[in-house]
């Protein structure tokens, strides 16, 4: 039982460039968040899902793009990174279908933007 | 919008000593509440939640919080502090349609030894 599993751990990118953080979960769940984590500021939401094909903006969405192509997978994508963009993000996946569940998190993905 | 505020950003106990991490929330309706525990370099993991069936919560490792509509708090203690308990811990609240979790800007434990 994986749970919730990011790819990759680390990444260093420059600035301008392009990636894509995966997330997957195996627990068939319907809502799915992205994270992100800086010092003193808490896990602020980027964006989310609350089930395959649908999306949503969160508190900081700018700069990044996401999919919900398939349930048990939350695309985050940088297109044109910026040094602002250096943090930890965390991925995390919830039961939506019961009242008032827990969400449970990936290990998180350190990006650094140089 | 519901809010949470973690009322502060580091507390230290010495070991065997009680914890008190405090946190306000906001909200127009009687919202769902959660404590998670990170420890340094790694995930989140969830240590209690309060959905209304009863206002004082056990969590694991020891821990409980206590849900009081008239002060909009939700602290979270322990009696007794333990070296492991050493951490970052976040006061999160879910929106009134469920969908969203709002996360505090968390408070660092310290515990001396």
Redesign the interface.
């Known amino acids: 039982n994986a749970g919730v599993t990011q790819t990759p751990k680390f990444r260093v990118l420059k600035t301008g460039q392009s990636m894509t953080l995966l997330c997957a979960q195996d627990m068939n769940h319907e809502y799915m968040y992205w994270y992100r984590q800086d010092p003193g500021m808490g896990l602020r939401l980027i964006h989310y899902s609350v089930g395959e094909g649908t999306t949503a903006k969160g508190e900081v969405p700018d700069g990044y793009n996401v999919s919900r192509l398939k349930k048990q997978n939350f695309l985050l994508g940088l297109e044109s990174a910026a040094p602002s963009q250096t943090s930890v993000y965390f991925c995390a996946s919830r039961d939506g279908r019961a009242g008032n569940t827990e969400a449970f998190f990936g290990q998180g993905t350190r990006l650094t933007v140089v | 919008a519901q809010s949470v505020t973690?009322l502060d950003?580091h507390v230290s106990v010495s070991e065997g000593t009680p914890v008190l991490l405090r946190c306000n929330y906001s909200s127009s309706y009687s919202p769902?509440l959660?404590w998670y525990v990170q420890h340094p370099n790694?995930?989140?993991?969830?240590l209690l939640?309060y959905?209304?069936a009863a206002t004082l919560v056990k969590g694991i490792n020891g821990f409980e919080a206590e849900f009081k509509k008239s002060e909009t708090s939700f602290h979270l203690t322990k009696p007794s502090a333990h070296m492991s308990d050493a951490a970052e811990y976040?006061c999160v609240v879910?929106n009134f349609g469920?969908?969203?979790?709002?996360?505090?800007?968390?408070t660092r434990l310290t515990i001396i030894p």
Do not use: R, W
Request: overall charge positive; aromatic content about 14%; cysteine-free.
């Open positions: 973690q950003s769902s959660f790694k995930g989140l993991q969830l939640k959905t209304s976040f879910a469920n969908e969203k979790l709002t996360f505090g800007t968390g």
